[in-house]
């Protein structure tokens, strides 16, 4: 399926393919404890974190759910240092 993401690297948006599957992506549901991150997807070596806003999901290179342990605090920390 064909998504918008915002590419950290390359400051802008754009549109890419994206198989989001149960190998490649971690869910998380919106609860008490969690209502920033939706889901995390690796993709060709990259990681893409979605959120429950509005904001497009963003892309970040070289860094995978394994890297950061799955971990939703690591992964906004990440966010926010690219951006």
Known sequence: MEITVCNIAKSRLETIDINITEDNTTWFKDIAENRRVQ??????????????NYDYPVLIYDVTRNDIDCNINKALKLKEAQT
């Open 39 to 52: 889901m995390l997807t690796d993709i060709e070596g990259c990681l893409l974190i979605s959120e429950y």
